[in-house]
Protein backbone atom coordinates (compact mmCIF):
# COMPACT_ATOMS: atom_id res chain seq x y z
CA UNK A 1 0.00 0.00 0.00
CA UNK A 2 2.74 2.50 0.72
CA UNK A 3 4.81 1.77 -2.52
CA UNK A 4 0.96 3.16 -4.19
CA UNK A 5 0.58 5.47 -2.39
CA UNK A 6 4.83 6.79 -2.83
CA UNK A 7 4.39 6.10 -6.68
CA UNK A 8 1.30 8.46 -6.96
CA UNK A 9 3.34 10.94 -5.42
CA UNK A 10 5.94 10.40 -7.79
CA UNK A 11 4.27 10.28 -10.53
CA UNK A 12 4.31 14.06 -12.44
CA UNK A 13 1.52 13.99 -14.64
CA UNK A 14 -0.70 13.90 -11.35
CA UNK A 15 1.36 15.87 -9.37
CA UNK A 16 1.15 18.98 -11.80
CA UNK A 17 -2.38 18.44 -13.13
CA UNK A 18 -3.88 17.49 -9.79
CA UNK A 19 -4.41 21.18 -8.57
CA UNK A 20 -6.01 22.09 -12.51
CA UNK A 21 -8.39 20.44 -15.41
CA UNK A 22 -11.75 22.01 -13.85
CA UNK A 23 -13.84 18.95 -12.44
CA UNK A 24 -10.79 16.47 -13.04
CA UNK A 25 -9.86 16.28 -9.36
CA UNK A 26 -13.23 16.06 -8.28
CA UNK A 27 -14.37 13.28 -10.58
CA UNK A 28 -10.98 11.39 -9.98
CA UNK A 29 -12.25 11.70 -6.13
CA UNK A 30 -15.74 10.70 -6.63
CA UNK A 31 -14.13 7.61 -8.82
CA UNK A 32 -11.89 6.44 -5.76
CA UNK A 33 -14.57 6.80 -3.50
CA UNK A 34 -17.30 4.84 -5.64
CA UNK A 35 -15.04 1.79 -6.38
CA UNK A 36 -13.99 1.47 -2.47
CA UNK A 37 -17.76 1.95 -1.48
CA UNK A 38 -18.71 -0.95 -4.07
CA UNK A 39 -15.38 -2.81 -2.90
CA UNK A 40 -15.98 -2.52 0.36
CA UNK A 41 -20.04 -3.96 -0.08
CA UNK A 42 -19.49 -6.67 -2.52
CA UNK A 43 -16.08 -7.98 -1.26
CA UNK A 44 -15.27 -7.12 1.82
CA UNK A 45 -12.24 -7.50 3.20
CA UNK A 46 -13.75 -10.05 6.38
CA UNK A 47 -16.91 -11.94 6.50
CA UNK A 48 -19.72 -10.09 7.67
CA UNK A 49 -17.44 -7.11 7.20
CA UNK A 50 -19.32 -5.48 4.20
CA UNK A 51 -21.11 -2.05 4.09
CA UNK A 52 -24.12 -1.13 3.24
CA UNK A 53 -25.18 -1.71 -0.53
CA UNK A 54 -27.51 1.35 -0.52
CA UNK A 55 -24.02 3.56 -0.06
CA UNK A 56 -22.66 1.71 -2.86
CA UNK A 57 -25.60 1.83 -5.33
CA UNK A 58 -25.50 5.43 -4.56
CA UNK A 59 -21.39 6.32 -5.47
CA UNK A 60 -21.69 6.19 -9.38
CA UNK A 61 -24.24 9.21 -9.18
CA UNK A 62 -21.56 11.65 -8.63
CA UNK A 63 -19.03 9.95 -11.25
CA UNK A 64 -22.09 9.78 -13.51
CA UNK A 65 -22.68 13.86 -13.48
CA UNK A 66 -18.88 14.68 -13.22
CA UNK A 67 -17.66 14.05 -16.77
CA UNK A 68 -19.61 12.60 -19.56
CA UNK A 69 -17.48 9.38 -19.66
CA UNK A 70 -18.33 8.82 -16.08
CA UNK A 71 -21.14 6.76 -17.14
CA UNK A 72 -19.33 3.98 -18.49
CA UNK A 73 -18.39 2.82 -14.47
CA UNK A 74 -22.12 2.00 -14.54
CA UNK A 75 -21.24 -1.01 -17.30
CA UNK A 76 -18.26 -2.13 -15.16
CA UNK A 77 -20.47 -2.50 -12.67
CA UNK A 78 -23.28 -4.46 -13.70
CA UNK A 79 -21.19 -6.78 -15.56
CA UNK A 80 -19.29 -7.19 -12.94
CA UNK A 81 -22.54 -8.06 -10.54
CA UNK A 82 -23.50 -10.15 -13.77
CA UNK A 83 -20.36 -11.98 -13.83
CA UNK A 84 -20.40 -13.06 -9.82
CA UNK A 85 -22.91 -15.97 -9.78
CA UNK A 86 -25.30 -13.93 -11.96
CA UNK A 87 -26.35 -11.39 -9.88
CA UNK A 88 -29.59 -9.58 -11.68
CA UNK A 89 -30.53 -7.96 -8.55
CA UNK A 90 -27.32 -6.48 -7.82
CA UNK A 91 -27.19 -5.64 -11.55
CA UNK A 92 -30.21 -3.48 -11.03
CA UNK A 93 -29.21 -2.11 -7.77
CA UNK A 94 -26.37 -0.62 -9.17
CA UNK A 95 -28.23 0.53 -12.77
CA UNK A 96 -31.49 1.92 -11.60
CA UNK A 97 -30.51 4.52 -9.49
CA UNK A 98 -27.17 5.53 -11.71
CA UNK A 99 -30.03 5.83 -14.76
CA UNK A 100 -32.94 7.77 -12.84
CA UNK A 101 -30.44 10.25 -11.53
CA UNK A 102 -28.27 10.94 -14.86
CA UNK A 103 -31.77 10.64 -16.50
CA UNK A 104 -32.81 13.33 -14.79
CA UNK A 105 -30.23 15.35 -15.49
CA UNK A 106 -30.49 15.20 -19.07
CA UNK A 107 -34.02 15.55 -19.02
CA UNK A 108 -33.18 19.43 -17.07
CA UNK A 109 -30.31 19.64 -20.01
CA UNK A 110 -32.69 19.27 -22.57
CA UNK A 111 -35.52 21.59 -21.21
CA UNK A 112 -33.07 24.40 -19.99
CA UNK A 113 -30.19 24.34 -23.12
CA UNK A 114 -32.76 22.66 -25.74
CA UNK A 115 -29.38 20.29 -26.38
CA UNK A 116 -28.64 16.50 -24.55
CA UNK A 117 -24.92 17.80 -24.98
CA UNK A 118 -23.65 20.86 -23.97
CA UNK A 119 -20.91 22.82 -26.25
CA UNK A 120 -17.66 21.45 -24.62
CA UNK A 121 -18.76 17.53 -24.73
CA UNK A 122 -16.14 15.14 -24.74
CA UNK A 123 -15.75 14.00 -28.32
CA UNK A 124 -14.45 10.98 -29.73
CA UNK A 125 -11.92 11.10 -32.26
CA UNK A 126 -10.93 7.76 -33.70
CA UNK A 127 -8.84 9.20 -36.13
CA UNK A 128 -6.61 10.51 -33.77
CA UNK A 129 -5.42 6.94 -32.45
CA UNK A 130 -1.84 7.31 -33.18
CA UNK A 131 -1.60 10.39 -30.96
CA UNK A 132 -3.77 8.54 -28.28
CA UNK A 133 -1.67 5.23 -28.37
CA UNK A 134 1.90 7.45 -29.31
CA UNK A 135 0.71 9.21 -25.64
CA UNK A 136 -0.40 5.60 -23.45
CA UNK A 137 2.83 4.17 -24.05
CA UNK A 138 4.96 7.39 -23.33
CA UNK A 139 3.00 7.25 -20.29
CA UNK A 140 3.10 3.46 -19.63
CA UNK A 141 7.38 4.00 -20.49
CA UNK A 142 7.65 6.98 -17.93
CA UNK A 143 5.88 4.74 -15.15
CA UNK A 144 8.31 1.82 -16.28
CA UNK A 145 5.20 -0.87 -17.17
CA UNK A 146 4.88 -1.55 -13.01
CA UNK A 147 1.52 0.46 -12.64
CA UNK A 148 -0.18 -1.95 -15.06
CA UNK A 149 2.63 -5.35 -15.08
CA UNK A 150 1.65 -5.33 -10.95
CA UNK A 151 -2.29 -5.74 -10.88
CA UNK A 152 -2.32 -8.13 -13.92
CA UNK A 153 0.78 -10.52 -12.23
CA UNK A 154 -1.28 -10.36 -8.86
CA UNK A 155 -4.06 -11.75 -10.87
CA UNK A 156 -2.07 -14.79 -12.38
CA UNK A 157 -1.04 -15.62 -8.77
CA UNK A 158 -2.68 -19.18 -8.41
CA UNK A 159 -2.39 -18.22 -4.22
CA UNK A 160 -5.40 -15.35 -4.74
CA UNK A 161 -8.70 -16.57 -3.78
CA UNK A 162 -11.91 -15.85 -5.63
CA UNK A 163 -12.73 -12.66 -2.84
CA UNK A 164 -9.16 -11.36 -3.68
CA UNK A 165 -9.47 -12.06 -7.48
CA UNK A 166 -12.90 -10.60 -8.29
CA UNK A 167 -11.88 -7.46 -6.54
CA UNK A 168 -8.19 -6.45 -7.88
CA UNK A 169 -9.98 -7.57 -11.39
CA UNK A 170 -12.96 -4.93 -10.96
CA UNK A 171 -10.10 -2.46 -10.00
CA UNK A 172 -8.52 -2.96 -13.36
CA UNK A 173 -11.41 -2.70 -15.23
CA UNK A 174 -12.50 0.57 -14.08
CA UNK A 175 -8.35 1.89 -14.62
CA UNK A 176 -8.37 0.05 -18.40
CA UNK A 177 -11.96 1.03 -19.82
CA UNK A 178 -13.08 4.17 -17.73
CA UNK A 179 -9.69 6.18 -17.86
CA UNK A 180 -7.40 3.86 -20.19
CA UNK A 181 -9.59 2.87 -22.91
CA UNK A 182 -11.51 6.00 -23.30
CA UNK A 183 -8.66 7.96 -23.32
CA UNK A 184 -7.17 5.83 -26.24
CA UNK A 185 -10.96 5.96 -28.25
CA UNK A 186 -10.79 10.02 -27.26
CA UNK A 187 -7.27 10.80 -29.65
CA UNK A 188 -5.68 11.44 -26.53
CA UNK A 189 -5.15 15.13 -25.47
CA UNK A 190 -2.70 18.18 -26.87
CA UNK A 191 -1.56 17.77 -23.79
CA UNK A 192 0.84 15.04 -23.37
CA UNK A 193 0.45 13.16 -20.45
CA UNK A 194 -2.75 14.24 -19.76
CA UNK A 195 -5.42 12.52 -19.88
CA UNK A 196 -3.73 9.51 -18.78
Known amino acids: RLAAVWGLALSYPFVLWSRSGLETPLYSLAVVLACAAYVAAEYPLREGQGSRRWIAALAPIPVCLGRPEGLLLVPILAADRLSDRRDWAGA ?105
Open 92 to 196: VRYVLPAAAAYGGYLLWRFLTFHSLLPNTSVKLYPLLIDRSASQGLGYVLYLGGLTLALPIAALLDSRLGRVERRRLGFLLAVVGLLSFFFNLAAGGDYRPGFRY
